[in-house]
């Protein structure tokens, strides 16, 4: 090999030295998915000069359920392909390392996200690992079917696996902190605190322009007899019943909260009394009417409500509101105990 030839060698792998380091740097300081998948495209498709950056996530895989989480609500969602695992690992077969496809790459286009239909020639699968499970690959594709061939050198794209997998659960880790700091862990439902945080700011909002906002205080009837009865395992599920048929029953503007053992509060934005009022009754018809099977017993269901509104005269803060709902719910069940 020439001596010049050695050296323009010797300054592509210090430039690529230099933009690992880089992506290295970009990446220690980030902690959610979506700045970390934008830095990994901007990155990655400079560092290895390929137009057509995304990843796969195997949509059955526990360890990644908290990236799906977050690729469900922003634009991650373009950028990211959820494909079943045995089609994956169809795929990509059995092993660790990168896969490097120019042939035969009809299969291959189960791997693009649903809005995107470029054509490529080449192909590399990169391995992403989280707690030494695989669940997914980050692709590289090239218009060139000479780009990636079998006979590509994998050391850059072998050291990407690991410094991908060993980045993305640094921010699994970090998201999965925050999602718990704003989640009930039996329900999943938002907690108090995420509550509180966002009627301040519907509520603000409500005033500021004039605007509907309803507040829902419900509150599970007879549970401790559920429990006594049936024991706490079935007293959970009850719960978690009830968190999946209100979540199925609201609109996604809608924020269902459980306080506290088995009192819930839902807020509805742009909705009037009279119509969080008819939402509730069929929630609770529909509770009624279809009860909680456990271990061949039909567990029934009944739940108390009270509605308040940001609009009525008494109603001055998000405090108020709470409260007035909370007053009526109790209302009402001291007059359903009364009347048996």
Avoid at 31 to 45: A, H, P, S, T
Avoid at 178 to 196: C, G, I, K, S
Avoid at 225 to 253: F, I, P, Q, W
Wanted: aromatic fraction near 8%; include cysteine; glycine fraction near 4%.
């Amino acid at each position: 090999m020439r001596h010049d030839t050695l050296i323009e060698r010797f300054h592509e792998i210090e430039q690529l030295a230099e933009k690992f380091h880089l992506l290295e740097t970009r990446i220690l300081g980030v902690l959610n998915f979506r700045e970390f998948f934008q830095v990994l495209q901007e990155q990655i498709g400079d560092i290895f000069t390929v137009p057509h950056v995304w990843f796969s996530l195997i949509n059955d895989e526990e360890a990644a359920a908290p990236i799906l989480r977050a690729a469900l609500s922003t634009k991650m969602r373009e950028h990211l392909n959820l494909i079943d695992g045995k089609r994956f690992s169809k795929l990509f077969g059995s092993g660790n390392k990168p896969l490097l496809e120019n042939e035969n790459l009809g299969p291959y286009l189960a791997l693009l996200p649903e809005r995107e239909k470029f054509h490529f020639k080449s192909l590399a699968m990169v391995p992403v690992s989280l707690g030494g499970k695989l669940v997914g690959s980050l692709n590289l594709a090239d218009s060139s079917a000479r780009r990636f061939h079998p006979g590509y050198n994998p050391i850059h794209l072998e050291r990407l696996a690991v410094k991908v997998s060993l980045f993305l659960s640094n921010v699994t880790a970090h998201e999965n902190l925050q999602y718990l700091a704003f989640r009930d862990p039996l329900t999943e439902l938002h907690n108090r605190r995420a509550m509180e945080q966002t009627l301040e700011r519907e509520f603000a909002r409500a005033r500021r322009y004039c605007s509907q906002l309803s507040l829902a205080y419900v509150d599970l009837d007879l549970f401790k007899e559920v429990n006594d009865t049936y024991g706490h395992d079935c007293g959970d599920a009850l719960l978690k019943y009830l968190a999946e048929g209100m979540v199925e029953m609201s609109r996604k503007s809608d924020m269902v909260t459980r306080l506290a053992g088995d009192e819930f509060v839902l807020l509805l934005p742009e909705t009037v009394a009279s119509q969080a009022e008819l939402l509730l009754e069929r929630m609770a018809d529909r509770f009624a009417n279809e009860p909680m099977v456990w271990q061949e017993d039909a567990i029934g269901i009944r739940i108390s409500f009270g509605i308040s509104s940001v609009l009525e005269d008494n109603v001055d803060s998000s405090e108020a509101l709470m409260k007035l709902a909370d007053e009526r719910l109790y209302v009402k069940k001291r007059a359903r105990k009364q009347h048996g």
